[in-house]
T-cell receptor
């Protein structure tokens, strides 16, 4: 079946830089997307969401961009901090929430 | 107060054994889930229950049997454990409603089958 996937399995950035985590989804009927953050030993936690009738949504230090033409989702983290080090998942709502494989973000001091 | 709590957090057992993982949520949510996360961090939905009724069963082997005694609890029983069952199992919940898709996850239960 169709699945949510990620372009980069790992990403390493310098503290203070901006991070961009990408996600490709293949199900054009998905109407809602969420980014989750998973720290070591914990369950995934909600970061930000976006509906398919939007192309951009901003939160505190995070921005999600949705490009439905190419079925692409990205998470931008401004001024990345060591506490941002985690695995990030995009999830799409199609027959309930389906997750991609995750990207590990490592922030170097 | 823990919103979604799972027990046990760690479980080590031999192949062929039967084990259970319990989940409870105190959020008043109507829908509960089990997800399996493998060693590569891939999160795969296994089951979802809505008010004690099974909604999704994602081609999970019959050895896995979810049980929901009430809408605040969703337990996972696994028979005849196999090596490939080793993973972290996450319970999650969300309220009912078309706009309420954000899942709240438990901390996970790491199952190791030897």
């Amino acid at each position: 079946g169709e699945s949510v996937g990620l372009h980069l399995p790992t990403l390493s950035v310098q503290e203070g830089d901006n991070s961009i985590i990408n996600c490709a989804y293949s199900n054009s009927a998905s109407d809602y997307f969420i980014w989750y953050k998973q720290e070591s030993g914990k369950g995934p936690q909600f970061i930000i969401d976006i509906r398919s009738n939007m192309d951009k949504r901003q939160g505190q230090r995070v921005t999600v961009l949705l490009n439905k033409t190419v079925k692409h989702l990205s998470l931008q983290i401004a001024a990345t901090q060591p506490g941002d080090s985690a695995v990030y998942f995009c999830a799409e709502n199609y027959n309930d929430m389906r997750f991609g494989a995750g990207t590990r973000l490592t922030v170097k001091p | 107060d823990t919103a979604v709590s799972q027990t046990p957090k760690y479980l080590v057992t031999q192949m062929g054994n039967d084990k259970s993982i319990k989940c409870e949520q105190n959020l008043g949510h109507d829908t509960m889930y089990w997800y399996k996360q493998d060693s590569k961090k891939f999160l795969k939905i296994m089951f979802s229950y809505n008010n004690k009724e099974l909604i999704i069963n994602e081609t999970v082997p019959n050895r896995f049997s979810p049980k929901s005694p009430d809408k605040a609890h969703l337990n996972l029983h696994i028979n005849s454990l196999e090596l490939g069952d080793s993973a972290v199992y996450f319970c999650a919940s969300r309220p009912l409603g078309s706009g309420a898709n954000v899942l709240t996850f438990g901390a996970g239960s790491r199952l190791t089958v030897l």
